[in-house]
């Protein structure tokens, strides 16, 4: 198994690893790296869904994505003919997978099926790296901030951002309180935590007050210091660290041919990989 760096601020790439049958030493370098370098790229020779599913079951519990009824867990991602304007932008916001519930993602992963020859990137901010940048007078003053999340444009959304689509039935009030500054679950890194998104409020604190707060943090956080990119190559596993990154879809026209055709196979995941025991999550801490 191979580890390079990747172009850009931040992540790695692991080549020459065979996923189907990748080991649990292995599977615990590819974490530790990920946990290291919050998003990686991982070149396969191709999967077919079950392999691709039974390799995330061994990082977290899948989430239910879709109502196919041999993988629900598998949520299709694409800009063919059946796609909606609507469908094709709903993901090109900054924000962070599941933070608008209470039981929030751990890793997510997209598989590339299909993928153009230009565009349909995915962009990612490193807010653990944004979180030690910033002066110790204001990590004093947020450390022990809430915040409060709801599906739809953020209170702190960047210009140009997209309207995110709800899960079907989903009740737009429903309200869920994180910290402003989490410690990540495996490794116990400070970082910053979805501050745009959902983000719609600041408990204790006047919705002014915590509009501007949570804008001036997404502005520190989108500088180019502290975000990258990535562009889909077919066979890819791209995965990233939910607890220390935001992320953001690119814009993408709607498919005419082949050439320009994106299908991603999308997993996310919750909880913690059951191959890290304890004596690994020391380990982890550690490094």
């Given at each position: 198994m191979q580890i390079d760096p990747l172009n850009g601020n931040f992540g790695k790439v692991v080549r020459d690893v065979d996923i189907p049958t990748i080991d649990d030493e292995k599977l615990r370098k590819i974490l530790t790296t990920l946990y290291?370098?919050?998003?990686?790229?991982?070149?396969?020779?191709?999967?077919?869904?079950?392999?691709?599913?039974?390799?995330?079951?061994?990082i977290g519990e899948p989430i239910q994505l879709s109502r196919d009824a041999d993988f629900p867990?598998?949520?299709?991602?694409?800009?063919?003919?059946?796609?909606?304007?609507?469908s094709r932008l709903g993901a090109a916001h900054w924000h962070t997978d599941q933070s608008f519930k209470r039981t929030?993602?751990?890793?997510?992963?997209?598989?590339?099926?299909?993928?153009?020859?230009?565009?349909g990137e995915t962009k990612f901010c490193d807010m653990a790296a944004a979180y030690d940048a910033l002066p110790d007078a204001t990590?004093?003053?947020i450390d022990e901030l809430v915040i409060e999340h709801r599906?739809?444009?953020?209170?702190?959304?960047?210009?140009?951002?997209h309207k995110p689509i709800p899960p079907p039935g989903w009740n737009p009030e429903y309200t869920a309180f994180h910290p402003l500054v989490r410690q990540h679950p495996e490794t116990r890194q400070k970082t910053l935590y979805a501050v745009t998104g959902t983000a719609q409020g600041i408990q204790g604190m006047s919705k002014g007050e915590a509009?501007?707060?949570?804008?001036?943090?997404?502005?520190h956080v989108l500088q180019p210091r502290f975000t990258t990119s990535y562009r889909h190559q077919v066979h890819d596993i791209?995965?990233?660290d939910n607890p220390t990154v935001m992320h953001s879809a690119t814009?993408?026209?709607?498919?005419?041919?082949?050439?320009?055709?994106?299908?991603?196979w999308r997993i996310s995941l919750r909880g913690s990989p059951s191959v890290l025991r304890v004596e690994q999550q020391a380990d982890v801490r550690a490094a």
């Open positions: 290291a370098n919050r998003f990686l790229v991982i070149k396969t020779n191709g999967l077919v869904k079950s392999e691709y599913r039974d390799f995330a079951r061994r867990e598998i949520a299709h991602i694409a800009n063919s003919e059946t796609s909606t304007l609507k929030v993602s751990s890793v997510t992963m997209l598989y590339s099926v299909h993928a153009p020859a230009t565009g990590k004093s003053e599906h739809g444009i953020s209170v702190s959304a960047p210009k140009g951002d509009t501007i707060l949570l804008n001036s943090l997404t502005s791209v995965m990233w814009p993408i026209d709607q498919a005419t041919n082949s050439s320009d055709s994106r299908l991603l």
